[in-house]
């Protein structure tokens, strides 16, 4: 098996072990104890949506690194609890970020449409609900790879994977048409890291226990390198689209503007869904005021 993995995936593949490594070794339980409040960071308006992305995945990535990276002879209740505080904080990000990504996936891209944006609007979207088979293979070997690098995780696990699949390094281009497929990606590798992590009513101590600890901690670790990968995409995309005077100032927006802004249209558009009750709502008009919604939610 040859899996295709391009200079900026593996390298943060490996930047991601190394980060790991270093925070185990100095594990501190007092320190793992403190859970950082995030609330400033997801209620967070004075910025624009793109520079509020950038934020959360920041947070994402830290919060992931720090909350597993674990020294398990240290492992006790206490770290646990702690443990589940964490996943909390985990999923409330994802789930913000889900949020972002469908405002871009949705009013953004229909507004960047209807300023004839040439290379969005005659892009050819791929459209599907599962990762490429493609994409399957690297995360499996990413995950090899994180599995034997990574100090904390259980080496008697690699042979459960293909560890003879050969691998060939690509450049990756980018070019604006992949905008939307870039988003849609991202959106779905955001639901396979939330499925990942339970709930802190849901999640026992056996996900602690080996083999399970390992094979759950380095497939979150895989997930997040692959959507860091994408994310980096997504910015060079932002970087061109930038070069449009329009764009740029849009983009630029604050989202307690874009807020203020939609929210006027929200009340003309809930009086209009009430009038057409006993006609019906169209399929269109329900769109368009999910999308308002959506961006009060950012």
Known sequence: MTVVLTKKHFSLNEKLAKESNIISRNFNIDRYLKIK??????????????????????????????????????????????????LNNIRRTIIKLRTINYYLETAFLEELKTLKIKAIKDSKLRTQNTLARDELEALEFTTYKLIEEVVMLDKR?????????????????????DFEPILKKQSELLEHLEAKLPPSKAASIVLLKEPVFTHWVARIFALLSYLEHI??????????????????????KKIVYLVREKSKLINVMEEKASSMKKFGIDDDFKKELHQLTTTIAL
């Open 231 to 252: 994310y980096y995409k997504e910015i060079y995309v932002f970087s061109k689209l930038k070069k449009n005077k329009l764009l740029k100032i849009k983009i630029n």
């Open 37 to 86: 409040n995030i609330d400033a960071i997801l209620l967070k308006r004075d910025i624009s949506v793109e520079k509020k992305k950038k934020v959360l995945m920041k947070e994402l990535h830290e919060s992931i690194a720090n909350a597993f990276s674990i020294d398990k002879e240290k492992l006790n209740k206490k770290v646990f609890e702690s443990l589940k505080k964490r």
């Open 157 to 177: 696990l690699l042979k459960e994977y293909n560890k003879k699949a050969k691998m060939v390094i690509s450049e990756g281009k980018v070019e604006i048409k």
